[in-house]
């Protein structure tokens, strides 16, 4: 999801940069476009470190028989190695 939202603001930010030429005596577009632009590369890099970092999920389920002679199944989840109990 956040890398098409980077992309997405790199484009718009390019199209305000190169692309438009109008003219405002209160909003600079270029500057507007850079700055999208700049914004859209950050959260593209962010986007690619969340998604490349590392992520393990353990799941844990364990069965037996209770004190009156029923079934228990209990499941454990852990998604990262200093979670694991």
């Known amino acids: 999801m956040s ?3 980077g ?3 790199f484009v718009i930010g390019a199209i305000l ?4 030429n109008l003219e405002n005596s209160f909003v600079d577009l270029d500057l507007v476009g850079y700055i999208l632009m700049g ?4 959260v593209f890099v ?6 490349l970092r590392k992520r393990q999920s353990v799941t844990t389920v364990t069965q037996g028989v ?3 002679g ?3 199944a209990q499941r454990r989840t852990s998604t990262t190695p200093d979670d694991v109990v």
Do not use: E, P, R
Not at 17 to 20: L, Q
Not at 46 to 51: K, R
């Open 3 to 5: 890398i098409g939202t």
């Open 7 to 9: 992309i997405v603001l």
């Open 17 to 20: 940069t190169f692309a438009v």
């Open 39 to 42: 914004a859209g590369f950050i």
């Open 46 to 51: 962010i986007g690619l470190v969340l998604m």
């Open 66 to 68: 209770d004190a009156n």
């Open 70 to 72: 029923a079934s228990v």
